[in-house]
């Protein structure tokens, strides 16, 4: 099983294509088009999409840990469209409103592909309601929160109330205990 993680994990970070690239000094890839992370066509995210669903979370952070990094160091659209789809597979590909931002800013004309358009459309959509969803379920969250801490408030006084009253019980008790001995005493 590791063995095949890894093995997936290598074949995401490569690409699917970039066996055969050559490499610069410096270790990068001379040819950027050689490049998946570059890339935006149809079947290149498909297949990433596929690979990323198929590896185990902690290889999905790495991956998505690779593409923010690529995506400060030298931004792109193709980076982008990595990272939207890795969001939908893992939380640690970004927030969700930044990706939302940045893929409102990718200009119109720069999508050419039909079918990208498309998943681009779906992905969007589908990240609003993830993130919708998000906001409500913090929303509820902190309600309950709330409410949970007004329970225990008036739970607390209530208990407090109950200590009370079961103090001044015992004290009468104890009145009454001596009452009955100062009086067999007396009476004596």
């Known amino acids: 099983m590791l063995k095949t993680s890894l093995a997936l994990t290598l074949l995401l970070l490569t690409g699917c294509g970039g066996f055969n690239s050559k490499f610069g ?10 490049d998946p992370y570059l890339r935006s066509d ?24 690779l593409l923010i990094k690529r995506q400060k160091d030298s931004p792109g ?28 800013a ?21 990240l609003k309601r993830m993130n919708s969803a ?3 379920l913090g929303s509820l969250e902190r309600k309950r929160k709330t409410v949970q801490s007004v329970l225990e408030s008036k ?6 109330k109950n200590e009370a009253r079961l103090l001044r019980e015992k004290l009468e008790a104890i009145r009454s205990m001596e009452k009955q001995m100062d009086e067999q005493d007396g009476g004596n």
């Open 106 to 126: 990718i200009p119109p004309g720069s999508l050419i592909d039909d079918k990208v358009q498309k998943l681009v459309a779906i992905n969007t959509e589908t």
């Open 134 to 136: 998000t906001k409500k």
């Open 25 to 34: 000094p410096s270790g990068v890839d001379a040819n950027p088009y050689n």
């Open 155 to 160: 739970g607390a006084n209530g208990s407090k």
């Open 77 to 104: 659209v193709g980076i982008q469209l990595h990272l939207m789809i890795g969001r939908l597979l893992s939380d640690t590909c970004g927030d969700i409103s930044g990706i939302l931002n940045e893929m409102s």
């Open 42 to 65: 149809f079947d290149e995210l498909l297949a990433f999409g596929a690979n990323m669903a198929n590896i185990p979370p902690s290889s999905r952070a790495e991956v998505c840990g």
